[in-house]
């Protein structure tokens, strides 16, 4: 019976697929795994928001700097764990964005290349559910 030729095709359809199931599950594994990043600075913007910023570890000499910014809550000790599990309003190669707030309205200001920016971000401070409107001023390098 496994000689048969119905026996071979049921045989390596299905090994095909378990190798798909896999190398897709792997690809997802690796697309949306965790930034290996550390804190580079924290600050409250507001009474309820505060903003961390978090610089990409990885790389070397050939990676160019990659920096991200999160608004949240105030976060006791050590904030990376939380952090891992968010997605930034903003992703840059500059470290030193002017951000500041009025209320939930968050303006940031800064010189350099924009890699990712979403003007909205949602969290819970104090378990009130918070959605800042951010205000983007990006100036280009040359």
């Known amino acids: 019976m496994q000689n048969t030729p119905a026996f071979r095709r049921l045989h390596a359809t299905l090994t095909g697929t378990l190798l798909l199931v896999v190398g ?21 913007i507001t009474q309820s928001i505060c903003l961390y910023v978090t610089t990409y570890r990885g ?11 999160y608004l949240d809550g105030a976060l006791p000790g050590d904030p990376m764990p939380h952090l891992k599990e968010r997605t930034p309003f903003l992703v840059t190669d500059t470290g030193d964005a002017r951000v500041s707030g009025y209320g939930d309205h968050i303006n940031v200001t800064l010189t350099g290349r ?12 104090d378990g009130v559910a918070v959605m800042p409107v951010i205000s983007l001023t990006a100036n280009g390098v040359r």
């Open 24 to 44: 897709y599950a792997f690809y997802q594994y690796y697309v949306n795994r965790a930034p290996e990043d550390a804190l580079y600075a924290q600050r409250c």
């Open 114 to 125: 924009v890699y990712a920016f979403t003007n909205s971000d949602l969290f819970y401070a």
């Open 59 to 69: 790389g070397g000499a050939t990676v160019s700097e990659v920096y991200r910014y």
